[in-house]
């Protein structure tokens, strides 16, 4: 009776255990802190926008100046056409000539050849060219036939006195010189210089059409043959070949 009694009295009772309550929540552990991942991220906020801000400085910082868009020989200047202006970073340490100066450089000269495409600087222009000590520099005006094609900038050139009246001087013009570095007037075909440098030639694109336009030449001779080439070149008697040693 008492086994009986035992069992009825369990028979109500559920054999799973009871949970815990909706309300009770088991214990969550602290969350970790990483000091050095949180210093990181704000050195990187800081460094990116220090970087933005020296952009924007340096942006503010730009001068508009003058570069050179054609070459220029020594001797000569400036113009128009062979100048643009471009902005750069203003550095103290670079002599820029600012575009608002274009017009006091036209009126200074190149003191050796400028290439086109560089930025002019200061250092470039002059009262007068830096032409070698016993050298002088002599500007051609050459027609058609007068020059050889593809002439370029440092090709050795042999000048010639060809065609006009002054070899008629005396009557004996298909005599001619014999090819000294002199040849004033008379004579026939005559050396007037051997050898000399071409420091400047203007550059022609292929698409170029021929026209009376003539081709602006300045040649680098020694100061002896200076005269005689000028003489020649005014009489538009002067024509040149290309020498040995290109």
Known sequence: MKIQERTGAGAGRSAVPAGPSVGDRLPTPPRERKPALAALAVLLIL????????????????????????????GQAVTDSNTTSVMVAEDPGINYVKWSQLDALKKLKAVTTIPGGVVAVGEMFGEEANVPE??????????????????????????????????????????????????????????????????YVK????????????????????????????QAASNGEVALVLVTGN
């Open 47 to 74: 460094v990116g926008a220090l970087g933005a801000t020296m952009l924007v400085l340096q942006a503010g910082d730009r001068i508009e100046v003058v570069k050179i868009t054609q070459e220029i020989p020594a």
């Open 134 to 199: 016993g050298k002088s520099l002599v500007g051609l005006s050459l027609k058609e036939g007068q020059y050889p094609a593809g002439l370029k900038s440092g090709a050795t050139v042999a000048a010639y006195r060809v065609g006009g009246t002054s070899r008629s001087d005396s009557g004996d013009g298909d005599t001619g010189g014999s090819g000294g570095s002199g040849g004033s007037t008379g004579g026939g075909d005559a050396v007037i210089v051997e050898k000399a440098v071409v420091d």
């Open 203 to 230: 550059e022609t694109k292929g698409d170029d059409l021929v026209s009376s336009t003539n081709l602006p030449v300045t040649l680098l001779v020694d100061d002896a043959q200076a005269a005689a080439l000028t």
